[in-house]
């Protein structure tokens, strides 16, 4: 089992939707958490930390479920320029890890 | 300018040719990484350096070696490349922690055939 879990995708959504993705993960000795967005062939830049108590920029909300060990993300009213691979990322202080997932990819459509 | 630039940006080799890729970058960060990427993966840390005298093996260090020459600049070799070291190849930058926002670079292509 992978440490960071995360669908694949791709998730197709029209525009002005609301989309939702988790993350799943393994060590539940972990401590912080990102989303990053990674737009096609470029580098991954840092979307929102997630806190305990959720947190929410925009039209985009992250939430924590520690009992259930997973992260989410909801985007609403969904943008073209939404349309990227979001990578889950998970730090753990404990054994000083920071761990990747593979990403979801989100496509939105006119 | 980008504030973390990583050279070359696409490199085809042959295996077991010795290559570098470079990485620069004017944020005055002290902490530095190299991270691989391949699909279906998530990104892999190949090494790390949180001052010019300190170097750490990250989780997929073996094949690579790094040189921290300055500050500001952190270089990656292959000493002798092979094919399934065909990858992305990201640096990055930290001002803290690996807890902390990380500013990539824009990646090199590396293709060992």
């Known amino acids: 089992r992978k440490e960071v879990e995360q669908d694949p995708g791709p998730f197709n959504v029209p525009e002005g939707a609301t989309v939702a993705f988790n993350c799943t993960y393994s060590?539940?000795?972990?401590?912080?958490f990102f989303w990053y967005r990674q737009d096609c062939r470029k580098e991954p830049k840092l979307l929102m930390s997630?806190?305990?108590?959720?947190n929410e920029d925009g039209r985009f909300t992250a939430q924590l479920n520690r009992a259930s060990q997973y992260i989410s993300l909801l985007i609403r009213d969904s943008k073209l320029s939404d349309s990227a691979t979001y990578l889950c990322?998970?730090?753990?202080?404990?054994?000083?890890?920071?761990?990747w997932g593979a990403g979801t990819k989100l496509i939105i459509k006119p | 300018d980008a504030d973390v630039t990583q050279t070359p940006r696409n490199r085809i080799t042959k295996t077991g040719k010795r290559i570098m890729l470079e990485c620069s970058q004017t944020?005055?960060?002290?902490?530095m990484y190299w991270y691989r990427q391949d699909p279906g993966l998530g990104l892999r840390l190949i090494y790390y350096?949180?001052?010019?005298?300190?170097?750490n093996k990250g989780e997929i260090s073996d094949g690579y070696s790094v040189s921290r020459q300055a500050q500001a600049k952190f270089s990656l070799s292959l000493e002798s490349a092979i094919p399934n070291q065909t990858a992305l190849y990201f640096c990055?930058?930290?001002?803290?922690?690996?807890?902390?926002?990380?500013?990539f670079g824009q990646g090199t292509r590396l293709t060992v055939v």
């Open positions: 990055a930058t930290s001002d803290g922690d690996l807890n902390t926002e990380a500013f």
């Open positions: 944020k005055g960060h002290d902490r």
């Open positions: 350096s949180f001052d010019v005298k300190d170097i």
């Open positions: 060590n539940s000795a972990s401590q912080s």
């Open positions: 997630v806190y305990s108590s959720g």
């Open positions: 990322v998970v730090f753990s202080d404990s054994n000083y890890q920071l761990i």
